[in-house]
């Protein structure tokens, strides 16, 4: 392979038009998709290609392999604009066609991709599957607010409504803890030691309570996320096997 790509460069440094130098451009990423190593070697002589200079069935050829290489290569916005010309020049619905686009938008807009799924799907009921995508993206936990209010009003309540039970009786139990002390300085006339001890204690665990709550709100929310994710990527690489993406 090595040979070919300097004998190739060799040809597009002397080349006397951008038209040749083209169609050199287009032979280099051939030999790298021959030898499989769709590399970012690979990627950047795609950006050297002028799409203008190209014949329409040379330009539906290499936006689909300039697609899949900027994909391959964690390019996601140079995939998108590729695709888009892809589609704007072709008439492909074939399901690898609506694959490729699905992990172009899963990587580049959100609303992009809801609107995809929704709009294949309506096509092809093989991809309502893929709405799994939308639920990853979507997903947040109700009503935070309601733990973070238990949360301050009674301490730790927050924390065993996440699920974090020990956490929470801890919580609860400091400040029971430091209320009680309060009171009995209160009633033993030490009231400098008490105003000081609540002044200081009390707002700290309590503030501190509120963020716990948070805290394990979002490892809650996180760990949700997680199991869609895995799941969601399971019906994705399920789809990619039956429907393998490859350069023309």
């Not at 060799?10 to 051939?30: V, W």
């Amino acid at each position: 392979m090595g040979n070919s790509l300097l004998e190739l460069e060799y040809k597009i440094y002397h080349a006397e038009s951008d038209t040749l130098k083209n169609q050199l451009y287009l032979q280099k990423i051939q030999v790298y998709i021959s030898h499989n190593t769709p590399s970012f070697r690979a990627f950047n002589e795609a950006n050297r290609v002028k799409i203008s200079l190209l014949n329409n069935a040379q330009k539906q050829d290499f936006l689909w392999n300039a697609s899949l290489l900027s994909l391959l290569n964690d390019k996601p916005e140079y995939a998108d604009h590729y695709f888009s010309q892809y589609m704007d020049r072709s008439n492909d619905k074939s399901r690898g066609c609506q694959l490729l686009g699905l992990l172009i938008y899963s990587k580049t807009d959100t609303s992009a991709m809801q609107n995809y799924i929704t709009a294949i799907s309506e096509k092809d009921s093989l991809f309502i599957s893929v709405a799994c995508l939308k639920d990853v993206m979507q997903y947040n936990r109700k009503q935070r607010g309601i733990y973070i209010v238990a949360s301050a009003i009674v301490p730790g309540l927050g924390s065993m409504l996440n699920g974090n039970v020990f956490k929470g009786m801890s919580s609860l139990a400091v400040n029971s803890a430091s209320l009680y002390v309060t009171h009995l300085l209160t009633t033993g006339n030490l009231y400098i030691n008490a105003i000081t001890w609540g002044l200081i204690l009390i707002p700290k665990f309590y503030i501190g309570n509120l963020h716990l709550t948070n805290r394990l709100f979002e490892q809650k929310e996180n760990r949700k996320r997680n199991q869609l994710h895995y799941s969601c990527k399971k019906v994705l690489e399920k789809l990619i096997v039956s429907y393998p993406l490859e350069f023309k």
